[in-house]
Nanobody, 130 residues
């Protein structure tokens, strides 16, 4: 079992910044990928970013971003703290959504689809006002 606890989020004006945190506990040694997704009202869950947290040769630490956030969001990890961050800058009203972190354990099956992940955080609201 892996537990993911999120923090951060809130209300910010367009152009502002926020940082989300996702702290993992439990079988953290089994984590392979940690990703961030978001869901806006009446929309499907959308991939935002992912990072390889397992020490795989060649791809450890690799990061992946949705085109809509590339250049504005940065995903990073702090291994000793079992924490993954999502730094969000130049926020736009279209970024308004509930944000979820998720972890994929034991095997690398991909990172783009919600079904690739095994455990999910509780979600946190991000609201960007115009």
């Amino acid at each position: 079992q892996v537990q993911l606890v999120q923090s951060g989020g809130g209300l910010v004006q367009a152009g502002g910044s926020l940082r989300l945190s996702c702290v993992a506990s439990g079988r953290t040694f089994s984590n392979v990928v940690v990703g961030w997704f978001r869901q806006a009202p009446e929309k499907d869950l959308e991939f935002v970013a992912a990072i390889i947290v397992a020490p795989f040769q060649l791809i450890a630490g690799n990061t992946y971003y949705a085109d809509s956030v590339k250049g504005r969001f940065t995903i990073s990890k702090d291994n000793p703290k079992n924490t993954v961050y999502l730094q969000m800058s130049s926020l736009k009203p279209d970024d308004t959504a509930v944000y979820y972190c998720a972890s994929e354990i034991d095997h690398f099956n991909g990172y783009l689809k919600p079904s690739d992940y095994d455990y999910w955080g509780q979600g946190t609201q991000v609201t960007v006002s115009s």
